[in-house]
Structure formats: C-alpha cells, structure tokens
C-alpha cells in the first residue's frame, strides 16, 4: 500500500513558477509509474504529466508540453512537478498518482486517471494577475 503526500500548491502571478512535491511512503513506490493530474470546478480530472518508474520515460498534456517537467527520486521518494510559464488556465488541484498496473519494461505510460490505483489527497494552485 502507497500513501501520497502533494505539498508546494499556492496562488502564484501569471507567468510565474511554481514547484509541487509529492512525497510517497509504503512498499510499491519504486516500481510504480507515477502521474500528476489535476482537477478545476465542474470538471473531470485531467491528466498533466507522467513518468516511468525509471525516471528516464515521460509524457506530457499538450496544454503542459514545454512549461512543466516531471521528474522522480525514488531514493527519497518523491515526485515533482515544474511548473513554468503559469497561466491562468493551470488553476487546479493537483493531484499525484501512482499504478503499480504498467508492465515494468514498458514505455507507454497511462493517461486515462482509471488506470491509477493510488492518489494523494491533493494541493491547490491558484493562478491569477
């Protein structure tokens, strides 16, 4: 069983920068493909970024591409998102995910939020001029 600990939401200015966390415990997390997701009123989630148990394989929303970075450290446990670039449109709460689902010597990473069998409770980015 993986818990999930998202940590570093909070209002931001347009065009700013802004780095979550997401600190995981119990066994599974290093052979877990992780995931940010994110949530706005009256909306389903939607998937932002996501990566490899490995670190070395990534994927990205358009909308993200070219402004956040996803990484990992499974060391210490932890998931990061890099956001940059904040537009108003990236207010959400940000939720992180992890699925123990995904073949190990896979590359395609999951972007349907089904397919994630653990998520932390979430942080809130609020992005505003």
């Known amino acids: 069983q993986v818990t999930l600990i998202e940590s570093g939401g909070r209002l931001v200015p347009t065009g700013g920068s802004l780095g979550l966390s997401c600190e995981a415990s119990?066994?599974?997390?290093?052979?877990?493909?992780m995931a940010w997701f994110r949530q706005s009123p009256g909306r389903e989630h939607e998937f932002v970024a996501a990566?490899?148990?490995?670190?070395?394989?990534?994927s990205y929303a358009d909308s993200v591409k070219g402004r956040f970075a996803i990484s990992r450290d499974n060391h210490n446990y932890r998931v990061y998102l890099q956001m940059n670039d904040l537009k108003s449109e990236d207010t959400a709460v940000y939720y992180c995910?992890?699925?123990?689902?995904?073949?190990?010597?896979?590359?395609?990473?999951?972007?349907?939020?089904?397919?994630?069998?653990?998520w932390g409770q979430g942080t809130q980015v609020t992005v505003s001029s």
């Open positions: 995910a992890g699925t123990l689902s995904q073949g190990l010597f896979s590359d395609v990473l999951y972007e349907d939020p089904r397919e994630y069998d653990y």
């Open positions: 990566i490899k148990w490995s670190g070395d394989v990534t």
């Open positions: 119990g066994s599974g997390f290093t052979a877990s493909s």
